[in-house]
């Protein structure tokens, strides 16, 4: 049985020669309206706890993703941001970019789930840190009793302590915009539908048909997920993946296959997702019809790097503004504290 041990150590970052590769953001302020902070603590009532990864490909997107929420929160002192990470490499650029937020580092170390990870239709699918999100019940301090899980590839364009808010009534474990109208049974193999001891038998008994939807855009009720071992039950269905290829979709399938039919349903403003194009040519994609609080680029089409290459998508231009990245310049040398939570 893996037991989850989390130690503070305080960290020394040197902002180094790499750092300098992202300019630093503005600061932002709390309207008007926004009560004073009671205290510093992780565990303040006030706050809005986000939770992010944090590596190579993929951190433009992970810094443009905060500077987006920064900009659109009327509260951005009430932010509080909960980054997973394998190595510390980047902590660095984080502090330096964003010297005011508020924020932990979660270290995973080795990761615990590496053993059970299988391959999947896109090589970047079988990153250690996309299963990352299985262990937040687990890593942040238990004082913290919801949380919004984003991957590095959204942007905001409001506030998303709208989304924080959003109730979640018992039973539900997770809220997140659901998609009945995409073909379920293509997220599993012909094998799982045919096996009798799975196939529909795994989803009888759920509060509704189960309905597709996206974890890169989460609301978790970590309170909740400890005390319902949900952590065991996805890690059973990995297991289970490695004797039985039941599905080819990487760390999105386990989670389908707990939680579907049983999630709180969320507004699909939450997760204009699918900018990114599909998971083998990254083609060009527009916005989903309706209201737009969330424009997530899942897929195998980045932002960054079609802006690099010269061949942006019309969305990627939304949020090329966003993105922090300047052509590397001389080094500094400075120090700059940061909380460090390891596995």
Not at 281 to 310: E, I, Q, T, Y
Not at 313 to 335: E, G, K, R
Request: aromatic share 10%; with cysteine.
């Amino acid at each position: 049985m893996l037991v989850a041990v989390v130690f503070l150590l305080l960290l020394s970052v040197s902002v180094s020669s790499a750092s300098s590769q992202f300019a630093e953001a503005p600061q932002f302020r709390n309207g008007e309206s926004c009560p004073p902070s009671s205290s510093s603590s992780v565990c303040d009532p006030g706050l809005v706890h986000i939770a992010m990864t944090l590596d190579s490909h993929y951190l433009r997107g992970s810094m443009a993703a905060v500077l987006s929420l920064l900009t659109h929160a009327a509260c951005p002192d009430a932010l509080f941001f909960h980054f997973l990470l394998l190595d510390l490499n980047h902590s660095a650029t984080l502090a330096a970019s964003f010297p005011s937020l508020r924020f932990r580092l979660y270290l995973l170390r080795p990761d615990p789930d590496l053993h059970l990870i299988s391959s999947s239709v896109r090589a970047a699918l079988d990153s250690p840190l996309n299963y990352a999100r299985n262990h937040l019940a687990h890593l942040l301090p238990p004082c913290v009793r919801r949380v919004v899980y984003l991957d590095s590839d959204v942007l905001a364009v409001d506030d998303i302590r709208r989304l924080w808010d959003t109730p979640l009534p018992a039973p539900a474990v997770i809220a997140a915009p659901e998609y009945c109208r995409a073909n379920f049974s293509r997220y599993f193999t012909p094998a799982f539908w045919a096996d009798p001891a799975l196939g529909h038998r795994v989803f009888q008994g759920r509060r509704r048909a189960p309905c597709y939807f996206n974890t890169g855009v989460m609301l978790i009720h970590l309170a909740r997920w400890r005390a319902g071992h949900y952590r065991s039950r996805i890690r059973s269905w990995m297991a289970l993946q490695k004797d039985k290829r039941i599905y080819d979709l990487g760390s999105l399938p386990p989670f389908l296959l707990v939680f579907a039919g049983d999630i709180q349903p969320v507004h699909h403003r939450w997760n204009q997702h699918g900018l990114g194009g599909d998971n083998v040519h990254g083609s060009c994609r527009p916005l989903h019809p309706g209201p737009v609080s969330l424009m997530h680029w899942s897929g195998k089409g980045k932002p960054w790097d079609r802006l690099d290459a010269a061949r942006p998508c019309p969305m990627d231009l939304l949020w090329a503004p966003y993105d922090l990245y300047v052509t590397p310049h001389s080094s500094s040398s400075s120090s700059s504290p940061s909380p460090l939570y390891s596995w």
